[in-house]
Structures are given as C-alpha cells and as structure tokens.
C-alpha cells in the first residue's frame, strides 16, 4: 500500500490539488532519516511559542532544507506573510530552494521560490522564498519593519557574514515594533549562545534547540610531520584514496581557484594511470567549486557522476563548507587554510591572503564526510595543530571588512546612529569612521550625515559604491549605457579573458584586437561590444573568451538599465564619433573610482598608492605591460608578496581633483612624491575656479 504523504491527511498535494508523484514518496522515506526530522514537533512548537528561536543544527541535521518546511505547513505565519530563509551565498540560495521545491513535489516558481542579486525565481504565490543575505538586506532599505514577512529565517548564521550580522541588528529592532513578526537564527557551531545573549532581554529569552548532525562515524587522520606544499600533499591523498579505498566521493578544501585549477589538472593527470583496487570504480572526475566560477558550472558539482563506476573528486574553496549539500561524499581533504580579506582603513586597501581556519570551520569541513556512509577526513596539519593552534571562531566578516556599502545601506535604511546600532560584535570604530568619510567624498551624504539625493540613487542600485557613483556621474557626462555596462563586466565574478596554459600565445593574440591604448577599462568594453554584436559561443571560443561570464554581464547590463528606467533615469550613450569618447568615459568611471588611482615613480620604475606611497606595480594580465604613464585609475589591488593593480587605465591629471574635491586635500596625504603631485594639482584646480583658500 503506498504511504500517504507526511504533511498531508491525503494522497492529495495541498498546494497545487494533484496526487503526490512516486519521486516525492521516494525522497519522503530519505527525508524521515535525516536526524532533524525527529524533531519536527518540537521545532513547530517552539517557534510557535516564541518569537525568537535559536537553532543549532550540526552538519547534516537536514536543517536547512527541512525547518522552513515543518514552519510553512504548520501555518507559522499568517496566510498573507511570507517565510524568508537567507543564505550567505548564491548557490546556495538557489539549489536549495530547487531541491524543497522537489521534495514538496512543486516546481519554481510557485510556492517556493528564491531571490538572489540579479536574478530572482518568484511569483505571487510564493510562501517560502529562499534568498542571499544582501537581498533581504535592501530590502531593510524601503520597509524597515519589512512588512510582507511574518517569519525571517537567518541561516548559517555561524558565517557571520556582514550583511547577516547587520540583519540581525535591524530584526532586533524590527521585533520591537512588530507583534507579527518570529525570527529562527540556525547555526551550526556553539556561536547559538552568542545569538541567544543577543536577542535576550527582560522579556525574553530565546530558547536554544540543537539537532544532531552526522549520520555516520568520520575518521580523522592527521598529518604527523609539518606539510611543505600542502598542493602536492592533497594530490598525492587524492590519488591514493582513488586507488585504494572503496565507492565514494572525494572533496578537497583548498583556497582559491589558481590552487583549484592547478591542483585539478594534476589529479585528472595521474589518475589517468592509476588501476583503482576497487573493481567498482574506473576513473574519476574531476570538478571545480569557487565564487569566480560561473553559476552553471558550479551547479555541476551537485549532478551526479554520468556513469556509478566514475569518482567524483571536487575541489572547492569554503564555500562548499556549509549550505550547499554534495551528495555521495565519503572522503575529505582539508588544507587547514582559507582566503580571508582584510581591510586596512589606513590605507583603505584590503589584502586577500590565506590564513588558518577555526576550529569551527574544520569541523564544519568534516562533517561534509559522513553523509551517506562512515567516512575519513585527511587534514593536511597535526593534531596539536588543531588543538592549540586553530582558533576556535573565525573573525566576523564585520571586522575586517571595508564597510562602506553596509554603512550605505544602514542610512538608507535610516539607521542614524551606525556607532550605537545593535551589532552581535560591534566593529573597530576606525572601519565605520572611515566608510562614512568615503561616503561624504562620494557625494552620497552631506558634512552633517543626511543622505544627498545622489546617494539616495546610489543605494538604489545593488552594485558597489564606487560603481553607483560611477552610474550616478555618468548622467552628466552622458554615457550612461557605457558606464552600465562597464559596471556590469566588472561585477561579475568570472574571468572574461580565457589563457590555456597550451595556447597562452594564441590566446593573447586574439585579445589582442581588443586592447586600447588608455588601458583595461575600455578593453572591455570593446569585448562587450564586440559580443553583443555575435552573442554566440563559437564566437566566444574563438576569441578566448568565456561566454558564461560575458552572458551575465548582458544579463547583469539589462537588469541594470531596467532599475535606472524605473528609477527615472535616462539611458545617455556617447556616438562613438565623437573624438573625446574615451575621455568622458574613463572621467565619469573615475566619479567613483578616485580613492583607487596611483601615480608613477621613475626611481622605482613603478607606480605609488596615494595614501601609503607604498610601490605597485600594473598586473600582467593589463594591457598597460609597460606603461610609465603619471597617472592611473586601477580597480582593485591584489598583494601576493608583490602589490599589483589590476583593470587599468591612464588618465589625465586635470580630471583628479574634481572627481572629489573634498577628498584631494594635501594634508591627507604623508609626505612624498604623491603628496606633491596633489598639490600641484589642487593649486591649478583652485586656481581655475578661483578657489581663495583662507590660511
């Protein structure tokens, strides 16, 4: 006899009034063994008797997918609210949301849905809508008492990323003018009793739940002697479990995609000759998983493998660390390292290195073994390391980040005191000084801390910043497609210009064509132009380009010029026979870009950052190889052991000090041959506007 459905009296779907397929019978019999599911009623009845609950879910309790289950078919909310479930990561948020709606027996957009930057999957019947942090986070900015939701679920909240932490501030103080509104913090490390001290007060206290995790034992193996290439040693363990253990996936933790890439080619390469012992398994496959890679391709990691005799291996930075949820992993390596920011407001620069991991976070990685079956976890350091070592939290996002675009958003939400907001842990006072100081040379508030109409119209565009202002400026100059543009090319996280190692020759022969004299910043808009007008992969694949990245922008472009014609904006654009077309283009970028420009030193045949005159040098990638140009407009700086400046541009020195008058002071600026050249500028800048400066 076939089972009735779990949340239905019958046989019946009650959200789309059609029988239950045998697919979601199927799924039902796997969801009744994850261990949440055994505390299904005590979790409705908790969030019923309370407005705040804290969840702590070990990895994989099944939390993420289940709870806002268990809540929408108890009628948590009222009928005409919605549940929102926030996620730190985009892939998350989306293959999440695809796999409740499969369980649920539905399709998206329908009842379940998700809403991630730049793009959404919704409708009106949508209860449970899954989406990233920085979504629910603007939309504070229009609603903050955000009216249509009758149940905020923060997932993962042991991330502590800026945006959830933030969130956290405003609910708090949502839920004190709000009778209808509960909030569930979920996450998965003993951070729970930090997030109940913070929502306690004298009338309440949140009660605390934990939900056991692993399913299966993991076995730990150590490393006994100090790692010296930490690359070589998750090969080498890679290709050992490949060819001596039994079924199952392997995944390995590493920092960044050039790690990734590197270390996947090599893998691939030696287990082409390797007999597994296991006569169930033939050969493997191998997948990458980072930030930068396009949507799609990460999506690849959750298929599974064509044939059952092919290995999965996946190699991934932490972002498969939490969330996401790879079926068939039974072996983890772990580096014990990741790529962390860290944000100077000194010298307003921020540094991407790899550090340690928590200990946190070790467990976190883990626990992605285990799943399915017992599994081992192979962590490339020792077991004092761990124990001594390792601290116990990685540091909040909030405190070694650049803080501008929150700031942005915090006043926009008109949260006027940023200094004693309701922070979990309130970050160095330095890092908010000096995003409210970018704000006012920005244009985006005034000397007294009110928002201008300009930076209204920057926080109402979901880019950075320096890309709003550049948009907002570029009204004035008439380019506003062109800057747009430019702004969505910059905003994607994949690489535009594609160099095989085997064709490094032929590849930049062919991006060749692409080049401008006044640097990348153009280069690129040539590219887009010239993809625009062919918009096919064949194209893309000739040129070395990659066509994913390149369809985002366009996606992202339009998306873009949509909310700028909602918002009332004109959509300019400059006729490419004007002969100062490059010109207005590359000053109205520099609206937004000033803090990020450099100015050239002979004595060290290199470039001086302005606020440290600390030496940069243009990054290989640029087409600027060799340029002694006085000054440039870069848009980002990347430190690996030498600082390099990458996307850049010449530009005139006549454009600097009005790009932010405010902001090019000499005294900012310590003594040096940067220092000078702004006064001189200044002086001319002054001098063309008869400026008196009174001494």
């Known amino acids: 006899m076939r089972p009735r459905g779990f949340f239905s009296d019958t046989e019946i779907n009650p959200y789309n009034q059609k029988p239950y397929s045998n697919q979601y019978y199927k799924i039902l019999e796997s969801r009744k063994k994850l261990p949440v599911f055994e505390k299904r009623n005590q979790i409705v009845t908790i969030v019923k008797e309370n407005r705040v609950v804290i969840i702590e879910g070990s990895t994989g309790s099944g939390k993420t997918t289940q709870i806002p289950q268990f809540l929408l078919e108890a009628a948590i909310v009222e009928p005409n609210l919605l549940i929102a479930c926030t996620q730190p990561r985009r892939v998350a948020a989306t293959s999440v949301s695809s796999r409740v709606a499969q369980e649920m027996d539905l399709s998206i957009p329908g009842i379940v849905g998700y809403s991630v930057r ?16 920085g979504v629910l986070l603007r939309e504070f900015m229009s609603d903050t008492l955000i009216s249509r939701y009758g149940l905020v679920i923060i997932d993962e909240a042991h991330e502590r990323t800026i945006n959830s932490d933030i969130i956290l501030g405003l609910l708090k103080m949502a839920l004190a003018k709000r009778n209808n509104l509960k909030v569930v913090v979920m996450s998965a490390t003993i951070e729970a009793k930090k997030f109940v001290k913070f929502f306690s007060d004298a009338n309440m206290i949140p009660p605390h739940l934990s939900v056991p995790g692993k399913t299966f034992p993991v076995e730990f193996i150590y490393s006994k002697n100090q790692i010296k290439n930490y690359k070589n040693e998750a090969i080498d ?5 490949h060819s001596n253990e039994k079924e199952g996936d392997i995944l390995i933790f590493l920092t960044g995609e050039d790690d990734i890439e590197n270390v996947r080619s090599s893998i691939r390469e030696q287990c082409l000759s390797v007999i597994p012992k296991c006569q169930s398994i033939k050969s493997v496959m191998c997948l990458p998983m980072y930030s930068s890679l396009p949507f799609a391709d990460q999506a690849r ?3 599974p493998a064509p044939k059952p005799e092919i290995r999965k291996i996946i190699i991934s930075t932490n972002i498969a ?14 580096s014990g390292l990741v790529k962390q920011t860290q944000y100077n407001p000194i010298k307003r620069m921020t540094s991407l290195l790899p ?16 799943r399915t079956k017992p599994g081992k976890c192979y962590r490339l350091y020792s077991l004092e390391t761990f124990q001594t070592v390792l601290p116990e939290q990685t540091t ?31 970050p160095h006072q330095q890092l908010l000084i000096t995003a409210v100081e970018e704000l006012y040379h920005l244009g985006a508030i005034d000397i007294s801390g009110k928002m201008t109409e300009i930076g209204w119209l920057m926080s109402s565009l979901p880019v950075e910043p320096t890309y709003s202002r550049a948009i907002v400026a570029a009204k004035d100059f008439g380019c506003v497609e062109e800057i747009v543009t430019l702004v969505a090319l910059l905003s994607q996280q994949g690489k535009i210009f594609i160099k095989p190692r085997e064709e490094k020759a032929r590849a930049e022969h062919a991006h060749s064509q692409f080049y401008s004299e006044t640097g990348d910043h153009l280069a690129l808009l040539n590219v887009f132009n010239s993809f625009y007008a062919n918009q096919t992969f064949d194209w893309c694949k000739r040129h070395y380009l990659d066509y994913r990245t390149l369809s985002g922008a366009l996606s992202t472009k339009n998306q873009l010029i949509s909310l700028l014609h909602r918002l009332g904006v004109d959509i300019t654009s400059i006729s ?4 100062n077309v490059n010109d207005i283009i590359l000053q109205a970028f520099l609206q937004g870009s000033f803090i990020k420009i450099a100015c050239y030193n002979q004595s060290i045949n290199g470039y001086r950052f302005l606020i440290n005159e600390e030496k940069a040098l243009i990054h290989p990638s640029s087409c600027l190889k060799s340029t002694t140009n006085e000054w440039v407009m870069y848009n980002e700086s990347v430190f690996t052991g030498i600082d390099y400046i990458r996307v850049v541009s010449v530009i005139n020195p006549k454009w600097i000090v009005p790009a932010s008058p405010t902001y090019f002071v000499p005294h900012r600026f310590i003594k040096g041959i940067a220092r000078t050249k702004i006064s001189h500028l200044k002086e001319e800048y002054d001098l063309r506007n008869k400026v008196v400066v009174i001494k």
């Open 118 to 133: 730049y793009d959404y999957n919704y409708n009106d019947e949508t209860r449970l809508l899954y989406m990233t942090d």
């Open 237 to 241: 363990i890679a290709v050992s479990i």
């Open 301 to 303: 990691v959750f298929d």
């Open 321 to 334: 660390e939490t969330s996401v949820t790879i079926d068939g992993i039974v072996y983890v390596i772990d």
């Open 355 to 370: 550090v340690a991991i928590s200990k946190a976070s070790a467990t976190q990685r883990a626990g992605r073994a285990g």
């Open 396 to 426: 909040p996002e909030i405190n070694r980040s650049d803080l501008v675009s929150v700031v942005l958003l915090m006043f926009a939400s008109n949260i006027k005191d940023i200094i004693n907001f309701p922070y979990i842990d309130a």
């Open 576 to 579: 490419l026979a004007n002969p």
